[in-house]
Nanobody
């Protein structure tokens, strides 16, 4: 059974950090591009960051550029999202997803999704 499981979410104060993990089971991540997306209440799902399978190149949306870092550890079959300098507007459910399409970092191109992990940034 192919599965993605996110973990690492929680409650953090503004300016704090969290590291999210996306672990795959039933398949290997190294042949897939991986994306992190988020959805806040009442809002559409939006892109956060993506990492390619071919050369490890990364893409960040402007809202997180300079604060978040995406990385992958193929030996552990896991992708990470290091989130620093968190802001209240980062509050959302964060999802990881996979695609074989090495193109734009948008939800519509990703076809396998995890269940999400809640990130809440509040004092």
């Amino acid at each position: 059974q192919l599965q993605l499981v996110e973990s690492g979410g929680g409650l953090v104060q503004p300016g704090g950090s969290l590291r999210l993990s996306c672990a795959a089971s039933g398949f290997t991540l190294d042949s897939y591009a991986i994306g992190w997306f988020r959805q806040a209440p009442g809002k559409e799902r939006e892109g956060v960051s993506c990492i390619s399978s071919s050369d490890g190149s990364t893409y960040y949306y402007d809202s997180v550029k300079g604060r978040f870092t995406i990385s992958r550890d193929n030996a552990k079959n896991t992708v990470y999202l290091q989130m620093n300098s968190l802001k209240p507007e980062d509050t959302a459910v964060y999802y990881c997803a996979t695609t074989r399409i090495e193109a734009m970092c948008i939800p519509a191109l990703f076809d396998s999704w995890g269940q999400g992990t809640q990130v809440t940034v509040s004092s």
